[in-house]
């Protein structure tokens, strides 16, 4: 499963560790427009870049997390079909003695609630 599933997770990876970064950026953000706002002479550009710079921010953070959680809930997926098909396959390569011995509704339950 991880050979066919490394490269989104690390994808993702990256998106999640882009959120963790930015999630620091907004109090150091915040920090400065306190500090803008107490400084009298300051610039009024400055305080428009402190703001526009807080919402990139906050738009990236979003959107960083958004995408690494649906890249991972594709990934789950993936590997519940996966796991499911494999116990499909051996359900059905089963010898005679083994099928005679459980029933079909313990079959049932493996393919449908064990492997979900």
């Given at each position: 499963?991880?050979?066919?599933?490394?490269?989104?997770?690390l994808?993702?990876?990256?998106f999640?560790?882009?959120?963790?970064?930015?999630?620091?950026?907004?109090?150091?953000?915040?920090?400065?427009?306190?500090?803008?706002?107490?400084?009298p002479?300051?610039?009024?550009?400055?305080?428009?870049v402190?703001?526009?710079?807080?919402?990139?921010?906050?738009?990236?953070?979003?959107?960083?997390?958004?995408?690494?959680?649906?890249?991972?809930?594709?990934?789950?997926?993936?590997?519940?079909?996966?796991?499911?098909?494999?116990?499909?396959?051996?359900?059905?390569?089963?010898?005679?003695?083994?099928?005679?011995?459980?029933?079909?509704?313990?079959?049932?339950?493996?393919?449908?609630?064990?492997a979900?």
């Amino acid at each position: 499963l991880w050979r066919s599933s490394k490269r989104p997770i690390l994808i993702s990876a990256v998106f999640k560790i882009v959120n963790d970064v930015l999630n620091f950026s907004g109090p150091l953000i915040l920090e400065q427009i306190v500090i803008f706002v107490g400084t009298p002479d300051s610039p009024a550009w400055l305080g428009i870049v402190l703001c526009v710079t807080l919402f990139v921010c906050q738009v990236i953070q979003l959107l960083s997390i958004q995408v690494h959680f649906h890249i991972l809930y594709r990934v789950a997926m993936n590997v519940e079909s996966s796991l499911l098909s494999a116990v499909f396959r051996k359900s059905m390569i089963v010898s005679t003695s083994t099928l005679q011995e459980t029933s079909v509704g313990e079959i049932v339950n493996l393919q449908s609630v064990d492997a979900s």
